[in-house]
Each structure stands twice: as structure tokens, then as C-alpha cells.
């Protein structure tokens, strides 16, 4: 099956930093890659996805870049704000007929210190 | 906005029981997961459904088995509870083909003692 390594596991930046979390799929198969973001006590929510046809998305300070030969994608912060601060979960999934059945990394910690 | 109801907040149950977890959609979504989420292991799936009385093996379904005997409603249970399945349980949906999101539940913290 799918498996999906994340890193860093935990990462710390200064307010107006910018931050990059990278990911590692296995499964060639696998054409659509989302982000979630889960806030203190609160449930994971979608806040970015990418499909293997694209290369780069954005969405004003957030983006995600795919790199399908290499099977790699990351996300990337940019003028990081407090309430950024938060667990950030990548996922690979595919479609085995029909339906998308997403593998997540084992998450990141972002802390943004004022 | 789609909801996904998860009938406790928190459980606290004792070795050996029967545990039931509840998850209700209100958006007929063909697709609902029951996922695991244990520090620093991420969101693990032990089970998922893609249609009503269809269920499918996740990563991690030892210990678990699953109902769906309506579109809305997906049901995990422990059939002998035991302390290394205390953890955080997600239940999430999806419309189906073509449309991947996953809008999760707000989570139930059980506590097998």
C-alpha cells in the first residue's frame, strides 16, 4: 500500500518567517495529494490540495509544489502568523474505482512565536 | 456547511467492554472513514465504507469492525475493548467520486481502562 513520510515532525519559526513542510509518497498510482491543517482541539480541515497534472497551487500565503518523478510534495508558508500555528497533515491518494481513500503523513507541529 | 456528528466527546470504558462509536453525516455522502489518531503516528484508517453495507479494511482494523446499515450513519466497534486502543477516533466523510475532501468529525476521546 501507500505509504507517506513527512518531515519536519515539529517546526518552529519566528512570525513573518516563512515555513516548508515536505512530504514522500510511494505509490506511483497515487494523483491527488491535500493538505490539512488541525488547530488545537478542533478537527482536521482541508486547506490546500494539488492533483498529479498540476506542478505548483496557490492560495494567497499558502502554496503546494508537486514533483511526481521524484514523488515528493511540499508545502510552503510564507509570512507566517500565529494563528498558523498548528498540526499540518499530508495525504496521497489515488483512485481505486471511485472513491479517494487518502494515506496521511504522521503530521507536523508548526509553532509561530510572536 | 456539511456536519459530521460524533456522538461523544469522550468515553471512558473499562477492559473487556463493548464499545460502539457513532458518526451521523447530513450531507448523503457515499463515502465515511473511521480513522485513528495517535501523537506523532498521524491519522491511521482502520476502516472505511463506500456505499451502504459495504466496508472495507483500512491500515489498522485488528480489534475493530465496522456497520453502515444506513447512508448517514457509520458505526465503529470494539468488540473487547483493550487499553492499547485508548486514542483519539475521527470519523470523516466524502461525496463520492470526484470529490475528495474529507470533512471530519470533531472527534471522540475514548480511554480504555
Known amino acids: 500500500g501507500e505509504n507517506v513520510e513527512q518531515h519536519p515532525s515539529t517546526l518552529s519559526v519566528q512570525e513573518g518567517d516563512s515555513a516548508v513542510i515536505k512530504c514522500t509518497y510511494s505509490?506511483?498510482?497515487?494523483?491527488?495529494f491535500p493538505w490539512y491543517k488541525q488547530e488545537l482541539g478542533k478537527r482536521p480541515q482541508l486547506i490546500i490540495d494539488i492533483r498529479s497534472n498540476v506542478g505548483e497551487k496557490k492560495d494567497q500565503r499558502i502554496a503546494v509544489t508537486l514533483n511526481k518523478t521524484a514523488k515528493h510534495f511540499s508545502l510552503h508558508i510564507t509570512e507566517t502568523q500565529p494563528e498558523d500555528s498548528a498540526v499540518y497533515f499530508c495525504?496521497?491518494?489515488?483512485?481505486?474505482?471511485?472513491?479517494?481513500?487518502?494515506?496521511f503523513g504522521r503530521g507536523t507541529s508548526l509553532i509561530v512565536h510572536p | 456547511d456539511v456536519k459530521v456528528t460524533q456522538s461523544s466527546r469522550y468515553l471512558v470504558k473499562r477492559t473487556g467492554e463493548k464499545v460502539f462509536l457513532e458518526c451521523v453525516q447530513d450531507m448523503d455522502h457515499e463515502n465515511m472513514f473511521w480513522y485513528r489518531q495517535d501523537p506523532g503516528l498521524g491519522l491511521r484508517l482502520i476502516y472505511f465504507?463506500?456505499?451502504?453495507?459495504?466496508?472495507e479494511k483500512g491500515d489498522i482494523p485488528e480489534g475493530y469492525s465496522v456497520s453502515r446499515e444506513k447512508k448517514e450513519r457509520f458505526s465503529l466497534i470494539l468488540e473487547s475493548a483493550s487499553t492499547n486502543q485508548t486514542s483519539m477516533y475521527l470519523c470523516?466523510?466524502?461525496?463520492?467520486?470526484?470529490?475528495?475532501?474529507?470533512?471530519f468529525g470533531s472527534g471522540t476521546q475514548l480511554s480504555v481502562l
Open positions: 495525504a496521497a491518494s489515488r483512485e481505486p474505482g471511485g472513491s479517494y481513500i487518502p494515506t
Open positions: 465504507s463506500y456505499d451502504v453495507k459495504m466496508k
Open positions: 505509490d506511483s498510482a497515487s494523483n491527488y
Open positions: 470523516a466523510s466524502s461525496a463520492g467520486t470526484g470529490h475528495e475532501k474529507l470533512f
